[in-house]
């Protein structure tokens, strides 16, 4: 059971950051469309978001581990 536990919260803590990150690249591609002229601009707020999302899959993982590492 503990195993099992164990693959469900691994599972949701890749999902999240990784439902996140495409949507900052669907999001971003989009508004480049729209207005290619501040390609700046949103490159800065992707890079931005694109850490903070992979920031809290590590973070998850680090608890994940400092948990179940027993």
Sequence with gaps: MRNFIII?????TILGPSG????????SIRA?????SAAPKILL???ISLVFAEAIAVI????????FGR
């Design 60 to 67: 998850s993982l680090l608890v994940l581990f400092q948990l």
């Design 8 to 12: 469900i919260v691994m599972f949701v």
């Design 32 to 36: 480049l469309g729209r207005n290619p």
């Design 45 to 47: 707020a992707m890079i």
């Design 20 to 27: 996140v990150i495409g949507a900052i690249g669907y999001g």
